[in-house]
């Protein structure tokens, strides 16, 4: 009873003294950060305690703060929510090579089944979440070893259950784990200070962009990026068709993190959907979802209308089956020239795909047949353009 009378004066006296730090209207990150953060954490020459020392994704950053609102009693509105996440993700944030591996995190591709080189990894860190909330983080020792005291401080019951209770948890945690995940995530990398010193990326104009979406097939089209109220704030426009020819539209905006992290809310067709992509050297990569169910998505893939940015994403339709015809779009950038096609597919008719007004190239459309044979031929080897 004395506990948890003692747990409920502590969170109000927490909650009371962030309160009363409020920050003035329109606050930067720094101030707010100051404001916020400063009446449990301390500053030094070094920084700021625990929260200087650590890297995180954009999503990583925000489950952080939703665990200072949720734990220790954070006031703090959603808009300063945005505004120190942006902060923190730029900041102190991964380099696109960090992430490689582990985004399935990121785009919510829930029925990932991991595999991690080290068992003692997966039985220690992923046994109760998963490893690539791990991996998505960079800490020094001293952090690591935080977050090690944090986790029997907040869930005492780790020692005790199944993969925890058959050994020395602790000491294996503090001995062996913090050495190993110090080793393979250190705080500072030269991936991360090579991203740092890049020029901004450009992201505005046309996107040729290919996906497909489970249970409805393969789509196509171009996405149109504006500057938005904002930095790193954008408009976006997609126009496009599904491979059956059915028209498909959507619009919204994004937000750039880290240079490179894009995170986009829009209505496609009159659903709600987000999009979490990695932008780099002209091609954004990752996955469309559903806003509300985040388990049906797309791959996708999409290249910049950019002068010598010269790619092929994709073919739709993928298959041609032996003796029949049909229409071919080959999605990209840059395409010009004829199209070579590989043996026994031959092309009817083409021409190139333009955008009204006489824009850039999206991609180029043909006629096909596929010869008479055994079975039918995938465009697993794409044809290129020449």
């Known amino acids: ?22 920050p003035p209207a ?24 625990r929260i200087s020392h650590q890297r995180k994704t ?34 102190q944030g991964l380099a696109p090579s960090e992430t490689v591996g582990v985004r399935y995190a990121m785009e ?31 800490r020094p020792a001293e952090e690591w070893e935080h977050l090690v005291h944090f986790h029997l401080g907040q869930y005492p019951t780790t020692e005790y259950q199944a993969l925890g209770r058959d050994r020395d948890w602790f000491g294996i945690a503090l001995k062996e784990m913090v050495p190993e995940l110090a080793s393979k995530l250190p705080l500072q990398s030269e991936a991360w200070k090579q991203w740092q010193a890049r020029s901004p990326q450009e992201v505005k104009g046309e ?46 905006q994004a937000l750039i993190y880290t240079g490179y992290e ?47 940015n010269t790619r092929v994403l994709a073919v739709h339709p993928a298959y041609l089956k032996a003796g029949e015809g049909a229409e071919l779009r080959i999605v990209g950038s840059g395409l010009a020239g004829e199209v070579t096609l590989p043996q026994g597919v031959k092309l009817v008719d083409g021409q190139a ?14 006629s096909a047949r596929r010869a008479s044979g055994r079975g039918g031929w995938g465009f697993g080897r794409q044809p290129r353009a020449v």
């Not at 809310?265 to 954004?284: K, Y």
Request: glycine share 12%; hydrophobic share 40%; proline share 2%.
């Open 58 to 91: 954009p999503e990583g950053w925000l489950m952080s703060l939703a665990r200072m609102q949720i734990i220790h009693g954070l006031k703090i509105t959603d808009e300063e929510r945005r505004t120190v996440v942006k902060h923190l993700a730029d900041s």
């Open 108 to 138: 919510r591709r829930l029925n990932t089944v991991e595999a991690f080189e080290s068992e003692k990894f997966t039985q220690m860190c992923a046994r109760c979440h998963s490893g690539a909330r791990v991996m998505l983080q960079r």
């Open 1 to 22: 009873m004395k506990i948890r009378t003692l747990a409920t004066a502590m969170s109000s006296l927490a909650a009371i003294g962030i309160s009363l730090a409020a």
């Open 26 to 49: 329109h606050a930067s990150a720094e101030a707010l950060i100051r404001a916020k953060c400063l009446p449990c954490h301390t500053e030094s020459d070094d920084g700021i305690s």
């Open 262 to 308: 894009w995170r986009g809310d829009l209505v496609v067709d009159g659903t709600p959907m987000r999009q979490v992509f990695a932008v780099e050297d002209g091609v954004m990569r990752g996955r469309m979802f559903l806003r509300d169910q985040d388990e049906v998505g797309a791959d996708v893939v999409a290249s910049l209308q950019q002068a010598g």
């Open 207 to 252: 996107w040729s962009m290919s996906g497909h979406l489970t249970g409805r097939g393969g789509f196509s089209g171009v996405m149109k990026v504006a500057a938005g109220a904002g930095q790193d704030r954008y408009t976006l426009a997609f126009d496009g068709r599904w491979d059956d020819g059915k028209p498909m539209k959507g619009k919204g």
């Open 353 to 366: 795909l333009g955008h009204r007004g006489g824009g850039p190239r999206a991609g180029r459309r043909g």
